[in-house]
Nanobody, 124 residues
Framework: QVQLVESGGGLVQPGGSLRLSCTAS????????IGWSRQAPGKEREGVSC????????YYTESVKGRFTISRNDAMNTVSLQMNSLKPEDTATYYC?????????????????WGQGTQVTVSS
């Protein structure tokens, strides 16, 4: 069964850190680009970060550059998103997805698998 499962979300104070993980099963994730997107209540989903196959390139939306770092471990079929210096505006449900390739602003094109999401809340 093809599946992506996100984990690592939670409640954190502004300025804090979280590390999200996306674990793939039922397929070989190394064949795909993998991206993180987020959706806040009442807002459209936006691409946050994307990593190309074989970790050749990483991409971020402008608002998270310098704070978030995406990485992948193909041996473990996982992709992580290290989020530092979190802000209240980072509050959203975060989703991972596999696709064909990344866009320069952290999006992903040709999504073919995606997870159910993990909630991140940044609040004091």
């Amino acid at each position: 069964q093809v599946q992506l499962v996100e984990s690592g979300g939670g409640l954190v104070q502004p300025g804090g850190s979280l590390r999200l993980s996306c674990t793939a099963s039922g397929f070989t994730s190394s064949n795909y680009a993998i991206g993180w997107s987020r959706q806040a209540p009442g807002k459209e989903r936006e691409g946050v970060s994307c990593i190309s196959r074989r970790s050749a390139n990483t991409y971020y939306t402008e608002s998270v550059k310098g704070r978030f770092t995406i990485s992948r471990n193909d041996a473990m079929n996982t992709v992580s998103l290290q989020m530092n210096s979190l802000k209240p505006e980072d509050t959203a449900t975060y989703y991972c997805a596999t696709g064909q390739f990344c866009t320069i602003d952290g999006g992903i094109v040709g999504r073919n698998n995606w997870g159910q999401g993990t909630q991140v809340t940044v609040s004091s």
